[in-house]
């Protein structure tokens, strides 16, 4: 995210107040058993850690709390602890103020692909702590704030894995049924500073019947799944209508 060059954001990371949100339940709760992994994040990053909770509300209001004492908020879990975690630092207005990093901890990481983050916990705590701040690009969709989106089948099927039981990719795989009963019905789609094919665009109404749409700020999706280059910028979207 952008960040303000008066901000102490030319120290160290490691020299900085850290704040780490952890998704207990991502990697099928191996946090919950690895201790030297714990031990090894509070040396490298001191700092509070968040990791009684779980669930999108409480993740982004935890994540909006941390804003008021940390310089550096730190994910650690997939893509949907990614997404609730710079949610809550945008609903607290900080998005100017603190970094953001990530360690990789759950199922989906299409985000630490995209901005080649090592998959290994350890050896991402130590990018993250020796690292260098840059700015990434975001987007708005209905509100929320994300670095990709997809509008139809794959919306549909988050949905379902999300009010399930099981988590990580035997609940995105037991929720894949939703594929066979997925309708092309006909979407619109409003976007707004972005780029496509054709070049860059102040805004675009797209109507059409399709299947699944994904629009991104970054180059890979889901499961790590490659989906093309980046595009430059995207700021914001409306759909109509939308499963997610």
């Not at 975001?138 to 039981?165: C, H, N, P, Q, W």
């Amino acid at each position: 995210m952008r960040y303000n060059e008066g901000n102490p954001m030319t120290k160290a990371i490691k020299d900085l107040r850290t704040a780490c949100l952890i998704n207990p339940r991502a990697a099928n709760s191996k946090w919950m058993r690895r201790k030297f992994l714990r031990a090894y994040l509070q040396k490298k990053l001191p700092g509070d850690v968040y990791d009684a909770f779980g669930d999108v509300k409480t993740t982004i209001e935890k994540a909006a709390q941390a804003c008021g004492s940390a310089d550096v908020i730190v994910a650690m879990g997939g893509d949907g602890t990614v997404a609730d975690t710079l949610q809550g630092i945008f609903e607290a207005g900080k998005q100017d103020e603190v970094l953001f990093g990530v360690i990789p901890f759950g199922s989906g990481n299409a985000f630490r692909k995209t901005f080649d983050i090592p998959k290994n916990p350890l050896r991402a705590i130590d990018r993250l702590a020796e690292g260098i701040a840059r700015p990434i690009d975001l987007m708005e969709v209905e509100g929320r704030i994300a670095a990709f989106s997809s509008i139809g089948a794959t919306a549909r099927v988050t949905d379902e894995k999300l009010s399930g039981k099981i988590q990580g990719l035997w609940g995105h795989l037991v929720a894949g049924r939703r594929l066979f009963d997925t309708p092309a019905e006909e979407k619109t789609i409003e976007l707004f500073d972005g780029r496509d094919a054709s070049g860059p665009f102040a805004a675009k109404t797209v109507t059409s019947h399709f299947f699944d749409c994904i629009v991104n700020k970054t180059n890979h999706f889901g499961y790590s799944w490659y989906i093309g280059r980046r595009p430059s910028s995207t700021t914001a979207i409306s759909t109509s209508p939308c499963s997610r």
